[in-house]
């Protein structure tokens, strides 16, 4: 019988500092509690509309809700925790300590997908707090770069946590009893692929290069990338994002002219950023189609990307279509 670690025992044997793994066991085991919320669904009535809208002016889910208070009562009692912020919050919310670590988190991305029980998750990152005041807004606007940890959870046929500190990317599968168990170590994606996600429905508003990328695609064989392709889309990041951990591909949420005043539709701090360390970690790359995603400097706590990434090479010949214009 095959022995598992635990997330317990795997930290033990991490470099990183006490102080972030109190951070990642807090997240972790809130995003075990949410996974019995989730798997609840319309036997504790947690399924359905809130009757309200978040920051980003959507219509929030009561598990929109839920989720985030439960992940914001958990960081605001963890001790290394001087900061906090959400997508579904409209500021950041210190602790009122200095030092340690400021969390941005998504609690349930692609929470539309709910109420039919598909896939959905929670997006977390890590950044260092400043060490001489309370942190404010401004302190919170680095770049992806200075993650010293990220991650998400999956909740779907198993709840998983995907996670990455001082290098490299691990899984974790929550057993019955409650356990994180390491079941997929040092996670790698495939630097090329034959399979793509993006949303097609809006295909008519694309920009020209993502056009000319898809339609090579949808070409096969006989076109000018001589191999077929197939399309997965889930309509939820984490989930999309997890089959890419899994076994390759390439996600991609590009500009469109639905809305051409805003750059994108994901969010760099919760989202992109997060998600993009993981994926550059495994190997992978994460662009918004001009620089290195990781790379660029927040302006505001809620900023939009264009996103693409997954297999190195794929999301290379991606970046090369953009900057043909």
Avoid at 79 to 86: D, I, K, Q
């Amino acid at each position: 019988m095959t022995t598992f670690v635990d997330l317990a025992a795997w930290l033990a044997a991490e470099p990183a500092d006490a102080a972030l793994k109190d951070v990642v066991q807090s997240v972790a085991a809130t995003c075990a509690q949410i996974s019995g919320v989730v798997a609840s669904g319309a036997l504790s009535g947690s399924l359905g509309a809130a009757g309200s809208t978040n920051v980003q002016d959507e219509e929030q889910k009561k598990l929109d809700v839920i989720t985030n208070d439960l992940l914001s009562d958990a960081l605001k009692a963890c001790g290394p925790v001087a900061g906090l912020a959400s997508e579904e919050l409209e500021e950041v919310e210190p602790t009122g300590r200095v030092g340690g670590y400021l969390v941005t988190f998504d609690p349930l991305d692609g929470s539309s997908n709910i109420d039919v029980n598909v896939s959905v998750g929670t997006i977390f990152s890590v950044l260092p707090a400043p060490t001489d005041h309370v942190p404010a807004e401004a302190d919170f606007l680095q770049p992806g770069r200075n993650q010293v940890a990220a991650g998400y959870a999956v909740y779907g046929p198993q709840t998983m946590l995907v996670l990455t500190l001082s290098g490299g990317v691990n899984a974790f599968t929550l057993s019955a009893d409650g356990q994180w168990l390491l079941t997929h170590p040092d996670l790698s994606i495939k630097p090329d692929t034959a399979e793509f996600a993006i949303n097609m429905s809006n295909q008519r508003h694309w920009a020209d290069p993502v056009r000319r990328y898809i339609d090579g695609c949808l070409q096969g064989k006989e076109g000018p990338r001589a191999k077929n392709f197939n399309m997965r889309w889930i309509a939820s990041m984490v989930a999309d994002v997890h089959r890419i951990m899994m076994r390759g591909g390439i996600f991609m949420y590009p500009w469109d002219a639905r809305e051409p005043g805003k750059p994108g539709k994901l969010r760099l701090m919760y989202e992109a950023n997060p998600m993009g360390l993981v994926v550059e970690r495994a190997g992978g790359r994460a662009t918004d189609g001009a620089e290195r995603i990781l790379d660029i400097q927040p302006t505001k706590l809620h900023q939009r990307v264009p996103v693409v990434l997954g297999s190195a090479n794929e999301v290379e010949v991606v970046r090369s279509e953009m900057q043909r214009g």
